[in-house]
């Protein structure tokens, strides 16, 4: 990384007004010889749609992981 690119995004960070989130849970929960992180965060949508379209491509609900999950949360375990 370059000297410029960190100044840019250093200048983007700052530029941003950062909020709490009303609801702001998280937690560590021991499992099969390591411990696994959880965070929910819940607050008013202040993204455009066209932002949430771009974020929804990049990281998509649908994949194989959030679906085991998913189903281990189900299971209990």
Partial sequence: MTAASTLDISSDVDTQTWRRHPADLRLTVPFVGCDLYFTVVAGPERRSTARRRQ????????????AAFVLLALAGC
């Avoid at 990049?58 to 959030?66: F, I, M, S, W």
């Fill in 55 to 66: 974020e929804r491509r990049r990281h998509p609900v649908r994949t194989l992981g959030n």
